[in-house]
Structures are given as C-alpha cells and as structure tokens.
C-alpha cells in the first residue's frame, strides 16, 4: 500500500488572478470569512501535534494564492523548523514571488511551482481573466528571483487548454533544453469549468510527448518526483518534462497526499470528499490532540478506497467548487 505522508495545505483562498480553468468567468465565489481560516497558530499545531505523529512529513502550501496570506515568510520559517519536516514546497502563480523569493528560501522554502500557461503574454492576460493588463512580465520576473535565489527543483506548470495554448507545447518545453527548470504539462480538468471549453474537451499527455518526441526526441528521466507526474527528458537536456494525465490515466493507486483546505477541512482526494473532516471546528472545541489523530488514522484507513474518478462522492448535489475552492 502506498505510504501517505504528503499533505497539499491551503493557506487561504483568494487570488490576484482569475484563471479560467480555476475561477471560470461568471463563477459565484463564495470567500472563507477572516474568521473562519484556519490560523497560523492553529496551522502549527494541527501540523505539530496531528499531521507530524501519524506520519506526515512532506508540505506543500498552496491557496487560493498563497503569497496573499499574512506573515507567510514567519510560517514558512516555523514549518521548516519541524525536526520531521522532509519536504517544504510552494504553489504560486508568481505574480508576487520577485520580492518575497529571497526571505522564502532563507526561512526554509526550497523548492517551489510557479504557474505559467503562455510564452505569449496576450495568451496569458487571456487566461489569468486580466485582459488588458500585462502581467506576464511580473510573473517572469518572479520565475527569474527564484532562480536566482536558488530554488532547486524549479518547477513551471502548464494547464493545457485546448484552442487556447496548447500550440505552445514546443516552445514551454524548450525552456527545459538549457535550463535546469522542469516544466509539467497538466491535463485540463472540468471542475465547476465543464462548460467552458465546449466539446473541445483536453489534450492527452500522449498527445503532448509525441510532439516531443518528433521535435527532439523523448527519454524517460531519472529524475522522479513526489508526486504524480510521468517524468520524462529532451535526450541532454538540462531539465526535465513532467505529464500529469488525471483525466486520461487514473493514478489513485500512487497517490501520496491528503488536502487540508484553508478553513480546516482534512479531504482525501482532489475530486472525492468521502470521509472529510472537519478538524478546525474540533481543535476549537477542545477536541484533544489523540482523537484528532485517531480521526485522521481513520482518514487514511479509507484512503485506498476512495477514487479520484467518483467526481459526485461525498458531495450533495454533485461537484460544484471551483478549483481555488478546493486548494489545487
């Protein structure tokens, strides 16, 4: 049985950008209330005295965008600081990364994903729903800051939507020929989006290497990851290429993580709420320390059974939260 021990923590929210495939346009957003997010104190000690002794070692911390939390810089510092801690990782869209790489990677961040889906700064204002205002350029600036400062893996993630950037593919890869940057084409998922492509549908990660490969050819890397990606290599290239094929090849029997949502709700699967928990309401009446761990042993018992395909499960009324809802 594959070993759990990797958990995606939303830290709020909200974001600067309204990408179409996370905050499609016309998506009521129904914001967490200040008072409802789970506090820094609150994140620790879930992390400290719940997570840490039932075997969790590996972060990631993600929104929402999460460069807009308050006092990130110290949070990241206090995660870091965990003797168990294994893996501190980020998801960003970058937009506010230029400024803050630096103190991140001196707390203790090493490693970080920062979202581009366009070479073509018009194709992404089109994208991150911010027509007319040029915003690649900031984003850019902060992929260069953390490569600069030393972020090793620098990962770029690319949604592929079709009709809209999937023409990209060869020049985002390229980026990988002289540069020790790994770029992960994501296959486009219909979470509260279902509507928005029409009959388009996505783009198959075969489809993708096979692009690849007829330009450069394609080698499986040696190079591996924590997470689902098939990782793959330009033959002598500096970087690596990454295919997480969610809709076209099911991965659930190697899933490593649960999502733990910006207002403190344990979830165990992307797409599947089966068994969720509510652990910030339990922490806040006084439930102690062994009965939320036991509640999350249970969590992970049930795991193994819970399908990422099952869009419906555990939900009333079927999906319906947009992506920056659920917490990437």
């Known amino acids: 049985m594959n070993i759990v021990d990797y958990l995606r923590v939303s830290l ?37 005295e719940v997570f840490i002794p039932v075997g969790f070692t590996r972060f990631r911390l993600t929104g929402g965008e999460p460069l807009l939390r308050p006092g990130l810089t110290d949070l990241v510092r206090e995660i870091a600081a965990f003797p168990e801690t294994r893996d501190l990782a980020m998801t960003t869209n970058g937009f506010l990364l230029a400024p803050l790489a630096e103190p991140l990677y001196n707390a203790g961040l090493r490693r970080v994903n920062i979202s581009l889906d366009s070479l073509d700064p018009d194709t992404f ?8 205002r040029d915003r690649w350029q900031q984003v850019w600036e902060g992929i260069r800051a953390a490569h600069r400062v030393g972020f090793d893996p620098l990962k ?13 593919i060869l020049d985002l890869a390229a980026l990988t020929l002289d540069r020790r940057w790994h770029v992960r084409f994501i296959e486009f998922m219909p979470i509260g ?5 029409g009959d388009r549908g996505w ?6 290497r096979q692009q690849i490969r007829d330009r450069w050819g394609l080698v499986e890397s ?21 295919f997480i094929s ?57 795991k193994p059974d819970i399908n990422f395909k099952q869009r419906d ?16």
Not at 18 to 34: F, K, S, V
Not at 125 to 132: A, H, L, V
């Open 246 to 302: 969610q809709m076209s090849e099911c991965f659930c029997d190697r899933c490593n993580r649960m999502r733990l949502s910006a207002d403190g709700w344990l979830r165990p699967c992307l797409l599947n709420e089966t068994g969720q928990i509510d652990l910030k309401t339990a922490l806040r009446d006084g439930a102690s320390y062994e009965d939320l761990r036991n509640r999350v042993r249970h969590l992970l018992d049930i």
């Open 193 to 197: 989006n279902g509507q928005l492509f």
């Open 12 to 48: 709020i929210d909200r974001c600067n950008f309204r990408c179409q495939y996370c905050m499609p346009e016309g998506a009521e957003i129904d914001y967490i209330l200040q008072q409802n997010l789970l506090t820094n104190e609150e994140l620790l000690t879930l992390l400290r």
């Open 313 to 328: 499960a555990g939900t009333s009324g079927g999906y319906t939260r947009t992506m920056s809802q659920i917490g990437g």
């Open 156 to 168: 770029l993630n690319v949604v592929v939507i079709p009709g809209v950037n999937d023409h990209e």
């Open 222 to 242: 040696r190079v591996t990851g924590n997470g689902p990606a098939d990782v793959f290599q330009i033959p002598d290239a500096e970087g690596t290429l990454g």
């Open 125 to 132: 204002n089109q994208i991150i729903g911010n027509r007319g």
């Open 203 to 208: 783009v198959a990660s075969e489809t993708l």
